[in-house]
């Protein structure tokens, strides 16, 4: 095999502790992700009607009938999660790759990536999915009947997170495995039988997604943090 079609060691880590399990807990974990973020609702429900863009690492497709008055395209590794997205009544989700999108460059008005770069294992892969986002993007150059360029918001998980369940904080391991467990039968402590699914995660510390975002060749126009996450809203370099 030519090497340099072999995945790499990254690639691999990935499809084992990222996409490998959210093939296997999809139904599971669709069915607690109904409710849109605030943030991700203001982004989405402020585009300007007609607006065209993109919902990368779509999940179950919960953000796709947020504004109908826009229209996305929507995506996900995970076949099973675009199998949902789908049945929920969106003819735009396809399976895609975050670092291999299958989307015409400086085109769209926006785009939304949701709890997705943190589960890239490596500076550089993390770095790149957010500089594949940016490039879908309008340049600002490029508006549409004046208006400027596109712009995408992001979400990533925060280290800072003392006052939550999970209780990670400044000076914790940043590169984490997070358990999801699946029960066979209900809520309960008889014993019935249950899978545990560990999932990796980077957590975002104060700073790091501006910084990110800025090694990706874009512009950071808003920032923030938000339910255990970072946010940010960036638009391409001119």
């Not at 995945?7 to 139904?27: G, L």
């Not at 590169?175 to 014993?191: I, L, R």
């Not at 560990?198 to 950071?220: F, N, P, S």
Request: hydrophobic share 35%; glycine share 10%; with cysteine.
């Amino acid at each position: 095999m030519d090497q340099s079609h072999k995945p790499s060691e990254s690639q691999n880590y990935e499809a084992i502790h990222v996409h490998e399990v959210y093939e296997q807990i999809a139904s599971h974990f669709s069915s607690t992700r109904y409710k849109p973020w605030p943030i991700v609702e203001r982004f989405l429900t402020a585009l300007p009607t007609g607006s065209i863009g993109l919902d990368i690492g779509c999940g179950n497709g919960k953000y796709l009938a947020v504004n109908p008055e826009i229209f996305i395209v929507a995506s996900d590794r995970s076949d099973n999660l675009v199998k949902i997205a789908y049945k929920h009544g969106s003819c735009n989700a396809v399976v895609a790759d975050g670092l291999s999108l299958p989307h015409p460059s400086a085109f769209f008005d926006f785009a939304i990536s949701i709890a997705v770069v943190h589960h890239l294992s490596t500076p550089a892969r993390r770095i790149e999915a957010i500089g594949a986002v940016l490039e879908t993007l309008r340049p600002n150059s490029a508006g549409r009947e004046g208006t400027c360029g596109g712009h995408a918001l992001f979400f990533v998980w925060a280290l800072e997170q003392r006052d939550s369940r999970r209780g990670w904080g400044e000076g914790d391991e940043q590169d984490v495995m997070v358990p999801w467990v699946m029960k066979a039968g209900g809520v309960g402590d008889d014993g019935e039988e249950s899978k545990t699914f560990h999932r990796y995660y980077h957590l975002y510390r104060r700073g790091e997604l501006e910084d990110d975002i800025i090694k990706a060749g874009g512009v950071v126009v808003d920032s923030g943090y938000e339910r255990d996450n970072w946010w940010a809203i960036a638009r391409r370099a001119l």
